[in-house]
């Protein structure tokens, strides 16, 4: 049921954006006005145009006629009553006392509806391009039935043709083999749409010898968006004629072109179009008005751009058609497609599709099932595009059944926004050892053992009852929500109290905080929220990379799960398994392990809401934190900015369009980010959000420099959330210490609709990206490689002469009970320097090197040197199953008393070789 109150704000959204879409002076000469007689008698009128002399015309008793006026055209009747006919509307002659008389009827606001923006009509229609397919089951021979379908085809086309310009043209047949076991329509639909992909065409109608019409059973009716890829109907049958077929055909690719059920009991889009007939008379194969008036509005916008789905039509067009959807709903209140298609034209992105992808170049991909993502070595495809293929680069994918929602306390968020949801227990560092039931410890830095509030485990695997945590990036931990925003170094007492600090150092069970009034230790059973000193970014992110994508080729992804899990990993670091049957993703289970993790988190398939894809060297700008922040609003205060949402918390959505990253703000917020040496460019684009309807008066500004900003791109002002500005590149230049985002109330002559004040300006920031040499950055993450070891805390590393490690990460299975990614130095060509000047205590102490080789197939030696000479050579351990070997031991005792340099060698001929480093430590 649409309510009256979603009326009101319909045409409240509608008189702005038509009024914004269309150019000053546009007269209506792509317009189109649908003319119906609804007497017992035949109407003769005549259309009186500014030029030229009038048009007489007759229209019989419940007929239509479709008038395109390209100037002020008149209706008259009986030579003296005129009506001035306004564009884009029905018209109806209804019986009156005397005679015939006209009523027109708009779906616009206002007196004077203004015509949606269109190009003038061509002459010649717009063709779709068709494949026809047939199941295996087909009994006819090829030839046969490839004549029938694509005579059935053009004859539906004829019927459409009849009331647009739009002609559906075969240009190819094909055959699919379908899975005999299959009996729902939903099933042979995704069936149709994995087996048969629409190239060359834009559509593929499927007829199926497998989908029986039974005695009792009713047609399969399954209505689809406009502009659906894929259409499946039955072929002919005992209970289901040719005639049958094409009135169902028909019917179809109204709903293709937009077209909605209607309330005429004669119109081919009434809402069971076979389940009885027309009424004696009435045509079997007619449109009725409303739906005219939505084929033609839609058409005329496929002429003038490329239409592929109901986001590709103007804002104006869409409000149009959300306004007449809107009066169908209401006429018809329990038809839920028709509740669907407001949905749709409020936002497009918004689907009976369970899946939404958008790729590289901008389309958008829907369809019921991801498939094939059941194993790690899968190719998953939706509607029928490879997800993870080079050339395609899938940016998101979203499943639009579930709530993204937000993490809920406790949680554990980290620097670069990810989060656990979970409750902090206990704090470890690298000199504690593992409880008995974890076994033998490889290296592991300082860490928080969490425990989750989500399934983390794969139901077949080892079971976890915990994640350990890296405390390196961990922004904030929240045992109980005190506040919204981060405070760096400040602790929130369950108590009320706060406490700001310097530093901070863990324990077992406590946190001994540096303030200016002294050491202070807290137990974290009397934390309410623990918020970290700031961390730069942009070396946070360098980090992880290290240990994430050590080449810096390696696409990342980021997921966003029911219960709130935000995971940031790469996307080759990946693993899947399935616990039944693999066509069941139900039962598909997905693994990722985060930089901040010292374990595989798995989450189930249906429990992942979105999943976004981008290059290392491609940064999402949410991803980093502002180093300023301010606000300075004239009336409209209280709103934080946002990271991935509104203002208001809301996802991000403008002009008509969902998008999975981005920033809200409110009017008047200034966002400053550092930036690093290596970042070339910067791209967004920006837009009033949804939230604004059509309020909101905003500019725009990027800015960028050191000491002195310089202005990058201003827009103009932006009013109503109608249009996506998008910057482009910007190049940054030699000023690159900072970047600036700021959004300013524009006061200037507003426009009608705009807010007198700034309380609707809410704002997005939507896909800002700084782009980065990817030359230089691969250089940062070889120099920050050995932080990835937690080995080497206090060890300087080198690469012939040079500073840094290359890391390289693999799939560890040799303790089954901790499988998980681990990382490995790479040793080839150069060798790695492990440096370091030690103070040696007593005669006793010892030099313990805990290292391996995962991989054998070249042996790597191991060279100590102290004080500039050899003290010992080793050749590098092979890792047993379940069990690291025995740790390399050098006695220091000769040097007992003294701090003396110690240099490590680690080297490998030829191809080189992967070695884990666990441990390195003095032993006393």
């Not at 709903?329 to 028709?338: K, R």
């Not at 999943?611 to 009336?635: G, I």
Request: proline content about 8%; glycine content about 8%; charged content about 25%.
């Amino acid at each position: 049921m649409i309510r009256s109150a979603r009326l009101q704000r319909l045409l409240l959204l509608m008189c702005l954006a038509v009024w914004n879409d269309m150019p000053r002076g546009q007269r209506a000469d792509a317009s189109v006005v649908v003319l119906s007689n609804r007497t017992e008698q035949p109407v003769v009128f005549s259309l009186r145009r500014t030029e030229g002399e009038p048009t007489k015309h007759v229209l019989s008793p419940g007929k239509l006629t479709i008038v395109r006026p390209a100037d002020d055209v008149q209706i008259e009747l009986d030579g003296r009553r005129r009506y001035l006919l306004s564009p884009d509307t029905l018209g109806y002659f209804t019986k009156g006392p005397e005679g015939p008389v006209f009523q027109q009827v708009s779906f616009l606001p206002g007196d004077s509806p203004a015509a949606v923006p269109g190009d003038t009509l061509p002459a010649a229609p717009v063709v779709v391009r068709v494949v026809v397919a047939v199941d295996d089951e087909q009994p006819a021979a090829q030839q046969a039935w490839q004549q029938r379908l694509t005579r059935q085809v053009a004859s539906a086309s004829a019927v459409i043709a009849r009331y647009c310009p739009v002609r559906f043209e075969v240009v190819a047949t094909r055959q699919w083999n379908s899975d005999n076991g299959l009996k729902d329509y939903r099933q042979l639909a995704t069936e149709l749409r994995r087996e048969v992909p629409p190239h060359p065409a834009s559509l593929v109608i499927g007829f199926s010898s497998q989908l029986r019409i039974g005695p009792s059973s009713r047609l399969p009716h399954a209505d689809s968006d406009p502009f659906f890829s894929h259409l499946l109907l039955p072929d002919i049958q005992k209970k289901f004629s040719s005639d049958d077929q094409l009135v169902f055909l028909v019917h179809s690719l109204g709903h293709y072109l937009g077209g909605v059920h209607g309330v005429s009991p004669w119109s081919v889009m009434r809402p069971k179009p076979i389940d009885g007939s027309p009424a004696a008379g009435e045509p079997a194969l007619a449109f009725d008005p409303v739906n005219v008036l939505i084929l033609n509005l839609v058409a005329r916008q496929m002429q003038g751009r490329d239409v592929r789905r109901l986001s590709d039509l103007s804002r104006g067009t869409r409000l149009h058609l959300e306004s007449i959807y809107a009066r169908m709903a209401a006429l018809i209140p329990d038809d839920p497609s028709i509740a669907h298609l407001v949905e749709l034209a409020a936002d497009p992105n918004t689907g009976q599709m369970r899946y939404t992808a958008e790729l590289a170049d901008g389309r958008l991909l829907t369809d019921d099932e991801v498939l094939y993502w059941h194993a790690t070595l899968a190719q998953p495809r939706l509607a029928g595009v490879p997800l993870m293929d080079a050339t395609t680069g899938v940016r998101w994918i979203r499943d639009n059944t579930l709530d993204q929602g937000t993490a809920r306390a406790p949680y554990v968020e980290m620097v670069g926004g990810d989060r656990l949801p979970g409750r902090v227990t206990t704090h470890r560092s690298e000199h504690d050892g593992a409880p008995e039931h974890e076994g033998p410890r490889r290296g592991e830095p300082p860490h928080l053992v969490v425990t989750p509030t989500i399934e983390v485990n794969w139901p077949e695997g080892p079971q976890r009852a915990t994640v350990r945590v890296r405390t390196r990036w961990i922004r904030r931990i929240v045992w109980k929500p005190e506040v919204g925003e981060y405070h760096p170094g400040r602790v929130f007492l369950r108590d009320g109290r706060e406490l700001d600090f310097r530093v901070l150092r863990f324990e077992a069970e406590t946190v001994r905080l540096l303030s200016r009034d002294g050491v202070h230790t807290v137990r974290f059973a009397d934390m309410a929220e623990l918020h970290l000193p700031q961390t730069d970014p942009w070396e946070a992110y360098f980090e992880q990379l290290a240990v994430l994508t050590p080449e810096g080729t390696d696409r990342l992804m980021r997921w966003s799960t029911v219960g709130g899990l935000e995971a940031t990993c790469s996307a080759e670091q990946f693993q899947a398994c399935h616990t039944g049957r693999a066509e069941k993703p139900d039962l598909w289970y997905h693994a990722a392990q985060p930089a901040w993790s010292l374990d595989p988190v798995w989450i189930a398939h249906r429990r992942i809401v979105l999943r976004r894809y981008f290059a290392p060297h491609e940064v999402p700008l949410s991803l980093m934190w502002p180093s300023e922040v301010s606000h300075r609003p004239f009336f409209g205060g209280g709103w934080t900015w946002q990271v991935d949402r509104n203002v208001l918390g809301q996802p991000l959505h403008c002009a008509g369009r969902s998008y999975a990253s981005g920033l809200g703000v409110h009017g008047t917020t200034e966002l400053q980010f550092s930036l690093p040496d290596c970042a070339r460019t910067f791209r967004t684009q920006l837009g009033l959000d949804r939230a604004a309807g059509l309020g909101g008066y905003v500019r725009a500004e990027v800015l960028a420099g050191g000491d002195r900003l310089t202005s990058l791109y201003r827009s103009e002002p932006i009013a109503g959330s109608v249009d996506v500005l998008d910057t482009g590149p910007l190049p940054l230049g030699d000023a690159r210490r900072r970047i600036v985002l700021r959004a300013d109330a524009a006061v200037d002559d507003p426009p009608r609709g705009a807010d007198p004040l700034d309380v609707r300006d809410l704002f997005d920031w939507l896909d800002p990206v700084v782009s980065l040499d990817p030359a230089a950055l691969r250089e940062e993450i070889v120099r920050r490689g050995p932080h990835a070891i937690a080995a080497w805390k206090t060890w300087e590393v080198a690469t012939g002469g040079t500073p840094g490690a290359k890391l390289a990460v693999r799939w560890d299975t040799t303790d089954p009970q901790r499988p998980a990614y681990r990382s490995a130095i790479v040793v080839a060509g150069e060798p790695v320097t492990v440096s370091s000047r030690l103070h040696v205590g007593s005669d006793t102490d010892r030099l313990v090197i805990a290292i391996a080789q995962p991989d054998r197939r070249v042996a790597a030696t191991l060279e100590v040197r102290i004080d500039g000479r050899s003290a010992a050579r080793f050749e590098v351990p092979t890792v047993l199953t379940g069990q690291p070997p025995e740790p390399l031991k050098v006695a220091l005792g000769s040097h007992a008393g003294k701090t003396v340099p110690v240099t490590m060698i680690l080297s490998c001929p030829g191809a080189g070789s992967l070695v884990e480093w666990n441990d390195l430590r003095v032993e006393r």
